[in-house]
């Protein structure tokens, strides 16, 4: 089984939606995996701004109600957060390079680490 943790970059939203389903509906789901999951939704919605809440709202509230929960809502707010065109993949691994060979002052700013 896949988990949210460890396989982001291998997980579908059909997957998500799928383990929010079965979170939701299925009987041999514990109770305290339920309650985890309304918590966790219930935390990001109130730790989100106005304006994020209403971008990931547009497309949470589009989805089956078995389908809606924390894990769905928290692929939505991350894949919001973070999408990423090529591109810009692209332009940060040459930072993240470039920062691992010449260390932070290889930006133009000097950094001081008290």
């Known amino acids: 089984m896949k988990t949210l943790h460890e396989h982001w970059v291998d997980l579908t939203f059909e997957d998500i939606r799928f383990y929010q389903l079965l979170l939701n509906t299925s009987r041999y ?7 985890g999951s309304n918590l966790l939704y219930k935390l990001l919605v109130n ?21 809606q ?3 769905t809502y928290l692929w939505l707010l991350l894949n919001h957060i973070f999408r990423q065109t090529p ?21 133009g700013t000097k950094f001081t680490f008290k």
Do not use: M, W
Not at 47 to 67: A, G, M
């Open 47 to 67: 730790s989100c701004t106005y304006s994020l809440k209403e971008s990931i709202l547009k497309h949470f509230d589009q989805l089956p109600v078995e389908e």
């Open 29 to 35: 789901v514990r109770e305290a995996d339920q309650n």
């Open 87 to 107: 591109g810009v993949t692209e332009s940060l691994v040459k930072a993240l390079a470039l920062f691992g060979d010449k260390g932070p002052n290889s930006f």
């Open 69 to 71: 929960g924390g894990l």
